[in-house]
């Protein structure tokens, strides 16, 4: 069992910049990590998320350009480094993880979760 807890929410004007941050309970160095958001009304959907060698996964097109996905293995932590944000990027933000390496992009395949951090950006 893997427990995520998010930090790093918050409120932000447009063009602000918020690092989201997912610590995870125990050391899996082969754990696939990743960002998800859902805003009301909508399903959750992918952001971003990394292997636990490192590879990337490649961004959301909505994100691309503008969020970066980083992990540190020894905090067992994965960072969310979110810039230029827009009003479109207001969600609750999810960290999930995947106890083996994978490139999947699908929230169906995340097994553990955190419990969400609300990121709320104004125009």
């Known amino acids: 069992q893997v427990q995520l807890v998010e930090s790093g929410g918050g409120l932000v004007q447009a063009g602000g910049s918020l690092t989201l941050s997912c610590v995870a309970s125990?050391?899996?160095?082969?754990?696939?990590m990743g960002w998800f958001r859902q805003a009301p009304g909508r399903e959750r959907e992918f952001v971003a998320a990394i292997s636990g060698s490192g590879m990337i996964i490649p961004y959301a097109d909505s994100v691309k350009g503008r969020f970066t996905i980083s992990r540190d293995n020894a905090k067992i932590t994965v960072y969310l480094q979110m810039n230029s944000l827009i009003p479109e990027d207001t969600a609750v933000y999810y960290c999930?993880?995947?106890?083996?390496?994978?490139?999947?992009?699908?929230?169906?395949?995340?097994?553990?979760w955190g419990q969400g951090t609300q990121v709320t950006v104004s125009s």
């Open positions: 125990r050391r899996t160095f082969s754990t696939t």
């Open positions: 999930g993880a995947i106890p083996f390496n994978s490139d999947s992009r699908r929230a169906n395949d995340y097994v553990y």
